[in-house]
């Protein structure tokens, strides 16, 4: 069966555990021994095959008793509510990293055992690239803040980023400072953790760019 084209383009934030800088990103094993947290993103521009997704929203919530390499994942995927059915199926088809190999949503699949059900709700979600700051939530479930990270000593903004020429995810990221909280399905606490802030443009043959 000949794979369904799709891609989603636009703005990205993963919000975790770890102290800032995670050590994910390094192939290193996360801060606390454990991975949990959010990623999300605003469709600027996107489809899966005829099915437009473009202005959506999406976000999953997830957990990782260990490295993530080491699998046994739990994750629970939000769609938007403004979404229909056609552009519901397309997003959660995405997500799921079906037909997919290499992508980031495939290699994620291959370390999750539990799916939780997806729900559909409004995701607010605000995002300023450029200053560090980022805000995303869903009533019930979860609620994020993404803020510059402050130098100890002057109490200034602090900018850094990650590079990543072959990455998966994203390429290049703005990195800031987490807060926040889910609750329900999976429930945890950020504050003064680590922030990924990326414009991906994510298509079945990985990052284009």
């Not at 437009?52 to 938007?80: F, K, M, Q």
């Not at 552009?87 to 799916?115: A, K, N, P």
């Not at 993404?146 to 903004?157: C, R």
Request: glycine content about 12%.
């Amino acid at each position: 069966m000949a794979q369904t084209d799709w891609r989603m383009k636009g703005q990205w934030l993963k919000n975790c555990n770890c102290d800032v800088g995670c050590p994910c990103d390094f192939n290193a094993r996360p801060t606390h021994g454990h991975c949990e947290g959010m990623v999300g993103m605003h469709i600027e521009e996107g489809h899966h095959g005829a099915t437009d997704l473009s202005g959506l929203r999406w976000a999953v919530l997830y957990h990782w008793p260990g490295a993530l390499h080491e699998g046994n994942g739990t994750i629970l995927p939000i769609v938007d509510e403004r979404a229909d059915a056609s552009q519901r199926e397309g997003i959660l088809t995405i997500l799921s990293g079906q037909g997919q190999e290499g992508t980031f949503f495939h290699i994620v699949s291959t370390i999750v055992s539990t799916m939780l059900e997806p729900r559909f709700l409004p995701l607010e979600f605000s995002f300023d690239l450029e200053g560090r700051k980022a805000h995303m939530s869903a009533p019930g479930l979860f609620e994020t803040v993404s803020e510059p990270i402050q130098n100890p000593v002057t109490g200034m903004a602090h900018r850094i980023q990650v590079h990543m020429p072959d990455g998966f995810e994203y390429r290049m990221a703005e990195i800031a400072s987490a807060s926040g909280k889910a609750e329900g399905d999976l429930v945890f606490e950020l504050a003064g953790t680590h922030s990924s802030m990326a414009l991906v443009d994510q298509t079945p043959a990985g990052p284009a760019g």
